[in-house]
């Protein structure tokens, strides 16, 4: 055998295990190294919150970077989004203590005269359509444009680095909720 054929084949062998340790990686494993050891984290953002059934008064800061989030836009005034509570009921019982779920609007919500919802009436509509996990307020938009809302319902599914791994809008049913969830977990 010769020389020149003899490295050709180690060099072969060499592409190929290297190949096949790729290929047999958890490619998000991967990546979540690359982002931890670069820096590459979202930009975040704080929002109101709402004293409401699961929720309380405050601020919170999204995406968090210590887990998933899920992100959830509506209105109250959005029949599909009121169509769509219970799928989100669901979704949150079953994935609810791996991800942070959160639900923001960016109705006018307050209590002056040009408000079009009080706290206390999203707060009543919140329990009335079983809301229990964070509700936020969107009163700049920015959230919204940061995660390109397109319509409402809006979800957006958030890995644990801030970058996200699904959005679509929409009724979801709570399989697709879910399904979309994980791809951030």
């Known amino acids: 055998m010769r020389r020149r054929d ?11 295990a290297t190949g096949g340790v790729v290929a047999s990686s958890d490619v998000s494993s991967l990546q979540s190294r690359i982002r931890r050891r670069f820096g590459d984290e ?3 953002l704080e929002v109101e919150t709402v004293d409401a059934q699961g929720s309380e008064a405050g601020t919170i ?9 899920f992100i ?17 009921v669901e979704a949150h019982e079953r994935l609810g203590e791996e991800v942070l779920f959160v639900s923001v609007t960016n109705e006018n919500v307050g209590s002056s005269t040009g408000a079009s919802i009080t706290e206390a009436e999203l707060a009543d509509w919140w329990a009335e359509h079983d809301g229990n996990w964070t509700v936020g307020v ?9 995660y390109g809302l397109q319509g409402y319902p809006y979800a957006v599914a958030v890995d644990e680095y801030g970058f996200v791994q699904w959005s679509e809008g929409g009724i979801k049913s709570a399989d697709e909720l879910v399904a979309g969830i994980e791809h951030a977990i």
């Open 138 to 146: 969107d009163r700049t938009v920015e959230l919204a444009e940061r």
């Open 6 to 16: 003899l490295l050709a084949g180690l060099g072969s062998l060499g592409v190929l």
């Open 72 to 88: 959830d836009f509506f209105g109250t005034w959005c029949g599909p989004c009121i169509k769509q509570m219970p799928a989100l």
């Open 61 to 69: 800061v999204l995406p968090s970077l210590e887990q998933p989030t």
């Open 42 to 44: 979202a930009e975040q």
